[in-house]
């Protein structure tokens, strides 16, 4: 692709503070787009906008919280008013788990699916127009828990398995009309956190629970490296991209036989 195919699109990305929502902006920034940065907390919000405006793109962090429609609104409302146009949505936002699925409650489902789910039918909804106007893209941030369903994560694969079916209705509906739309699936990230991030949520629990991806046999993805990924599947508007690649065959299987699947889910997120 040529380099400068990025340069003055206007690209907006949720979940932008931190990890790999700011590895995203920063490839977008580094890539001569204009960036809007978006995250519920104004200090780490100004933070990753002073890092990204120190190599001179031009950035406009808005603070909202994407579960919230008035503030999915006014980011929409603003962006319109600064830009008139949207090239790109990425809805990065989003949250883990570790419980298990009989003391996950409805109310512990609805959470999940609020912020990784519906926050993005809103951020979609509320873009929709711009995005179609320019053909742009959407990018669904979502795991390798679309497409399997680990143990000790309580509601976070429903709610990323949603995230894959809302994204092929979108393809199918708007596809045509040439809205790309890519759904990205990715293993476990490295955070420097990663160690003592679910420990308390995972108290009670088997100790594979804590770890990222609940124990998965998987290398953990460097955030920066991702992101590059992701920016060049634009490019080549594909309609997915899960890594790492290997997955694909447990996906595979699984479809074919719940029962090998199933088997191999364990051996691959066990102890």
Not at 108 to 122: I, M, S, Y
Request: contains cysteine.
């Amino acid at each position: 692709m040529k380099s400068n195919y990025w340069h003055n699109r206007v690209c907006v990305v949720t979940g932008a503070s931190a990890g790999l929502g700011l590895a995203i902006a920063k490839m977008f920034a580094a890539r001569g787009a204009r960036v809007v940065i978006n995250a519920r907390r104004e200090e780490p919000l100004s933070r990753a906008a002073e890092i990204l405006r120190a190599g001179g793109a031009e950035i406009l962090p808005i603070v909202g919280d994407v579960t919230q429609q008035a503030d999915v609104d006014r980011l929409a409302q603003t962006v319109k008013e600064q830009f008139g146009r949207v090239d790109l949505l990425c809805n990065c936002a989003g949250r883990s788990a570790r419980q298990a699925v009989l003391d996950t409650t409805a109310e512990d489902f609805q959470d999940l699916l609020d912020v990784n789910f519906l926050a993005t039918v809103r951020t979609v909804r509320a873009f929709a127009e711009m995005l179609l106007e320019q053909r742009g893209s959407i990018v669904n941030v979502g795991s390798l828990a679309s497409k399997v369903a680990p143990r000790l994560m309580g509601g976070y694969p429903a709610s990323k398995h949603a995230l894959a079916a809302y994204s092929q209705q979108l393809r199918m509906e708007h596809g045509p009309a040439g809205l790309h739309v890519l759904l990205v699936c990715p293993g476990p990230i490295c955070r420097d956190d990663s160690a003592p991030r679910y420990e308390q949520q995972a108290a009670g629990l088997p100790a594979v629970a804590s770890r990222p991806g609940a124990g998965a046999k998987l290398r953990g993805l460097d955030p920066e490296w991702l992101a590059g990924k992701i920016l060049t599947a634009c490019e080549r508007r594909k309609l997915e991209l899960i890594v790492p690649s290997k997955v694909r065959v447990l996906m595979a299987l699984s479809q074919l036989s719940p029962r090998l699947g199933d088997w191999l889910l364990r051996r691959a997120t066990s102890g």
